[in-house]
């Protein structure tokens, strides 16, 4: 039976993954919105490599982390996805400014509801943070849905709808990384009687289990 303690401390490998397409995300959405209509096709390939960039790494968690998150398949799917729909926008550039935001909101969505899925592993882990991610997710999956309804939303900047979703997005991914990085200090925040306590119970299970 492998020790409780020696399980949290590898809980989740590579927690500051999420950190960094976070960050990423949150750059674009910053950028996007100091760009004006006329050029958010030219956008194209700073969204491909962004979702390139994002899609390799989430890919890359995923692997890593397949002993342990109950639904890795998910997240591998995710970032599968986000890295398909990357370099199809890298190798076809002249996508027209009324289909693009059908891509990029599909694969903000899809993402979206990757970390709402994300937040309730973490409820289940009992991380009382847990809401901040499921709240970041919600808004994401709301701006995505209407960047993919773009036309029923005249009123409504295309660029800033694109930008903020970027940002929400990224901001539940640094809200995740975080939490991520909790659950993996947590055994280093434990005393010494409690860590002792914890190692006599799983020795006392290991006895009963043998007889």
Known sequence: MKSLLTHFTNSVKHWYVSLFIGIIFIIMGMYIFTTPLETYVSLTFIFSISFIISGIMEIYFSIENRKILKGWGWYLTGGILTLAMGIYLL????????????????????????????????????????????????LGIVLSFMLLANPLFTGISIVSITAITFIFVGVASIVLAFNLKKLKDFPSKITETLKAKINALEEEINDQLKD
């Open 91 to 138: 190798m076809y550039p002249a996508v027209s400014i009324v289909f693009l935001p059908f891509y990029v909101g599909f694969t903000l969505l899809f993402r979206s509801f990757h970390l709402l899925g994300f937040s309730f592993d973490l409820k289940e882990m009992q991380v009382l943070s847990w809401g901040n991610v499921a709240i970041s997710s919600v």
